[in-house]
Nanobody, 126 residues
C-alpha cells in the first residue's frame, strides 16, 4: 500500500511559479506510476500530468504542456510538479495519485489510480 502527502501549494500571482511535492510512503514506491490531477470549484477532477515508475516517460494535459514539468526522485520517494507561467485557470486543489505501472496503455483517467493524497490548494491571483 502507498500513502501520499502533497505539499507546496499556496497563493501566487499570475505568471509566477510553484513547485508541488508528493511524498510517498512504502518501500515499493519505485514500482508506482504517479499522476497529478486537479479540481477547481464546481468542476470535475481533471488530469494534469503523469510519470512512469522510471521517470523516463511523462505525459501532460494540453492545458499545461510547456508550462508544467513532472519529475521524480525514487531515492526520496517523492514526485514533483514544477508549475511555471501560472494562469488564473490553474487555480484548483491539486492531488497526486499512484498505481502500479505497466498495466494500461494510458494513465489519463483517474480510475486507473488506486491511491490518492489529500490535496493541496493552489490559488493564482491577478
Amino acid at each position: 500500500q502507498v500513502q501520499l502527502v502533497e505539499s507546496g501549494g499556496g497563493l501566487v500571482q499570475a505568471g509566477g511559479s510553484l513547485r508541488l511535492s508528493c511524498a510517498a510512503s512504502g518501500r515499493t514506491f519505485s514500482r508506482y506510476r504517479i499522476g497529478w490531477f486537479r479540481q477547481a470549484p464546481g468542476k470535475e477532477r481533471e488530469f494534469v500530468a503523469t510519470i512512469s515508475w522510471s521517470g523516463f516517460s511523462t505525459y501532460y494535459a494540453d492545458s499545461v504542456k510547456g508550462r508544467f514539468t513532472i519529475s521524480r526522485d525514487n531515492a526520496k520517494n517523492t514526485v514533483y510538479l514544477q508549475m511555471n507561467s501560472l494562469k488564473l485557470e490553474d487555480t484548483a486543489v491539486y492531488y497526486c495519485a499512484a498505481c502500479l505501472d505497466g498495466y494500461y496503455s494510458n494513465y489519463v483517467a483517474a480510475d486507473k489510480y488506486n491511491y490518492w493524497g489529500q490535496g493541496t490548494q493552489v490559488t493564482v491571483s491577478s
